[in-house]
C-alpha cells in the first residue's frame, strides 16, 4: 500500500512539474506576443497609420520594461530543449551563451530605462524606437528561430 502511495505521489509530483514547465512556456510566449503587439502599435503611429497616442505609448514602454524585469526567470532550464507551439522556438544559445543572453537582455533594460520620458511626441518616438527594436532584434537573431 505504502508503494502504491508512493508510486502516486511521485506521478502526481512529475505532472505537476510538466505543467508547471507548460504554464512558463505559455506565459513567455504571451508577453513576447505582448510585445509583438505593442510594438507594432507603436510603428503604426511612426508610419502615420493612426495617430499619435500617449497613453498607448506609455503601455508599450511599461510592458517593454516588465518584460526586460521578467527575461532572466522566463527561460529556466527545465525548458531547455522543448518544443513551443507557434512559428518561433528557442536556440540552445539561451543556454550555452547565458553571459551573451544577460548581456542583450541588460542592454534592453537600459535602452528602456534611456527611453524614460523621453518620449513626448511622434518625432521623439521617431527617434527612440528604432533603438528599442533593435535590441528586441538583436536577441531575437540570436536567440530564436523560425520553425521551418
Same mark, same amino acid.
Request: some cysteine.
Given at each position: 500500500m505504502m508503494r502504491t502511495v508512493a508510486i502516486a505521489t511521485t506521478l502526481l509530483l512529475a505532472a505537476g512539474a510538466v505543467?508547471?514547465?507548460? =504554464?512558463?512556456?505559455? =506565459?513567455?510566449?504571451?508577453?513576447? #506576443?505582448? &510585445?509583438?503587439? &505593442?510594438?507594432? %502599435? !507603436? %510603428?503604426?503611429?511612426?508610419k502615420g497609420e493612426k495617430p499619435y497616442d500617449q497613453a498607448t505609448v506609455d503601455a508599450a514602454l511599461a510592458q517593454f520594461a516588465d518584460t526586460a524585469k521578467k527575461l532572466p526567470t522566463l527561460f529556466p532550464d527545465s525548458i531547455k530543449g522543448k518544443?513551443? =507551439?507557434? +512559428?518561433? &522556438?528557442?536556440? +540552445?544559445?539561451?543556454?550555452s551563451d547565458k553571459a551573451g543572453f544577460d548581456e542583450h537582455i541588460a542592454s534592453f533594460a537600459k535602452v528602456l530605462d534611456d527611453s524614460k520620458g523621453k518620449i513626448k511626441d511622434l518625432d521623439? !518616438?521617431? %527617434?527612440?524606437?528604432?533603438?528599442? @527594436? #533593435?535590441? /528586441? @532584434?538583436? /536577441?531575437?537573431e540570436t536567440y530564436r528561430i523560425k520553425k521551418s
Open positions: 505543467m508547471a514547465q507548460q =504554464d512558463q512556456v505559455k =506565459d513567455t510566449q504571451a508577453m513576447m #506576443k505582448g &510585445n509583438g503587439k &505593442n510594438a507594432g %502599435a !507603436l %510603428a503604426a503611429m511612426i518544443t513551443f =507551439d507557434g +512559428d518561433y &522556438n528557442t536556440t +540552445d544559445k539561451i543556454w521623439s !518616438l521617431k %527617434a527612440t524606437l528604432p533603438v528599442i @527594436g #533593435k535590441q /528586441c @532584434g538583436g /536577441c531575437h
